[in-house]
């Protein structure tokens, strides 16, 4: 398990959210990137030195600090959609390979290269720069249908990252509320909602709308 790429955004017009910039185009990067926590949402800041997001209403913040998406996936996608995806290209922030980025549990955590912990907080939710990103119609249902999001994951250890570096689990909760299971409960399948309560290190948002579920 290892970073195929760390990936780095640069702004760009975003016509598709009535935003001025957008930090989806994520280009791998060289060297060490520093990897710190950002504090709470609202600022626009990410974990990843040199990035940050836009929409700061919907993105940033401890909680989406850093995406991973696994190169597996995207591979999948490519024989899908017939064209090349590049590493960064769904906006993640670590390409990851022989990691399986969807099965991890919430609370879970990886440490990668010797200095940075990181923490599975919540699946990725698609939007419409997403869908304008890929200039596919029809996009955030068709990946909301294929139930392969990718994780948003905190900063529990600072430190620097770079290409190449290796993944390892270094602690796995006792339950069985995975990246995948959030997703479809927060998509498709409102009724695994009260599920999601046994997993203690989803964000508060999401806690709450499992618990207004669960005394619905």
């Not at 989406?64 to 190169?71: D, K, M």
């Not at 399986?100 to 419409?128: K, Q, Y």
């Not at 997403?130 to 955030?140: A, V």
């Not at 990718?150 to 990246?179: F, N």
Request: aromatic share 6%.
């Amino acid at each position: 398990m290892k970073l195929l790429s760390v990936n780095v955004g640069r702004p760009r017009p975003n016509p598709w959210k009535g935003l001025s910039a957008t930090g989806i185009d994520k280009q791998p990067v060289d060297g060490p990137v520093a990897v710190t926590a950002p504090g709470p949402k609202g600022t626009g800041a990410v974990g990843l030195a040199g990035d940050r997001v836009y929409d700061v209403k919907h993105h940033g913040g401890s909680d989406q600090a850093v995406y991973a998406y696994a190169r597996e996936d995207l591979d999948g996608w490519e024989a899908e959609l017939g064209r090349p995806l590049a590493n960064g290209v769904f906006g993640e922030n670590l390409t990851t390979v022989g990691l399986d980025v969807n099965g991890a549990l919430i609370g879970e955590r990886w440490r990668i290269g010797p200095d940075v912990v990181l923490e599975v907080s919540c699946a990725r939710i698609p939007c419409s720069t997403f869908e304008g990103w890929l200039q596919r119609e029809g996009w955030i249902t068709r990946f909301t249908r294929a139930g392969v999001p990718g994780a948003y994951l905190r900063v529990v250890e600072p430190g620097a990252i770079r290409t190449g570096d290796p993944v390892g689990i270094v602690h796995r909760p006792d339950h069985d509320v995975t990246v995948e299971v959030v997703f479809r409960a927060m998509t498709l399948e409102p009724a695994l909602l009260p599920r999601l309560l046994a997993a203690d290190a989803l964000p508060e948002e999401v806690r709450a709308l499992a618990h207004r579920r669960t005394t619905a």
